[in-house]
C-alpha cells in the first residue's frame, strides 16, 4: 500500500508540473481540477492498453495457446509486452483501490466506526478519490459494472459534507453578532 500511495504521490507531482506548464496562471482551485483531469486521463489510458490483453482466443486448444505464447517469449525473452507494462503499472498504481473500497464497505455496514476511520482516513479518501474519480467513472462505463467502487465514493461525499457542516459552523461562530460596524 506504501509503494502504491508513494508512485500516486509521484504521479501527482509530474502531473502538477504539467499542469503548470499547461496552464502557467490559474487558481488553485483550478491547478485541482485540471490535475485531477490529467490523472483520469492518464489512467484511463493505461486501462484502455491493459484491456488490449482482453483479445477473442482464436486458438482451438490448450496446446495451440500454450504454443503463442511460448513462440512469443521464444521471439523477444526480454521484451514484455506493452499491455503487460501497461497492466503492471496500472495495478501497481490502483493497489489502494481495494483497501478503500472494503474500509468503506465495512464503515457502511456499521463494521468499522465511520467517525474513527474519517478521523484517521479522511485526506486518504479526499485525496486519491478526487485524483481518480474521472478514472473510476470510465471504469464504471467500461466494465459495466456501475457500482465499481461505489461504496469509497460515498464515503468521500460524506467526509466532504461532514468537513462542509464543519466549516458552516465555525464560519457562523466567527460571524459578527450584530455589533461594531456590522449593526
Not at 464503515?107 to 485524483?131: E, M, N, S, T
Amino acid at each position: 500500500m506504501q509503494e502504491c500511495r508513494l508512485a500516486l504521490r509521484a504521479l501527482h507531482n509530474e502531473l502538477k508540473s504539467f499542469s503548470i506548464r499547461q496552464q502557467p496562471n490559474c487558481s488553485n482551485e483550478k491547478r485541482n481540477e485540471h490535475i485531477n483531469e490529467l490523472f483520469g486521463e492518464y489512467l484511463n489510458k493505461l486501462w484502455a492498453d491493459f484491456k488490449k490483453s482482453d483479445r477473442d482466443v482464436t486458438e482451438k486448444s490448450i496446446a495451440e495457446l500454450v504454443n503463442l505464447h511460448v513462440a512469443k517469449i521464444d521471439a523477444e525473452p526480454a521484451v514484455v509486452q506493452p499491455h503487460e507494462r501497461a497492466g503492471a503499472h496500472y495495478q501497481r498504481l490502483t493497489r489502494i483501490f481495494g483497501w478503500l473500497e472494503r474500509v468503506a464497505f465495512m464503515v457502511h455496514r456499521g463494521l468499522l466506526p465511520k467517525d474513527d476511520i474519517v478521523k484517521l482516513y479522511d485526506a486518504v479518501y479526499l485525496q486519491i478519490v478526487g485524483w481518480v474519480f474521472e478514472h473510476l467513472r470510465t471504469r464504471r462505463d467500461d466494465s459495466g459494472n456501475k457500482e465499481y467502487m461505489l461504496e469509497t465514493t460515498k464515503l468521500r461525499d460524506i467526509i466532504l459534507a461532514e468537513q462542509a457542516a464543519r466549516q458552516k459552523e465555525e464560519e457562523a461562530k466567527q460571524a459578527p453578532a450584530g455589533t461594531g460596524i456590522y449593526k
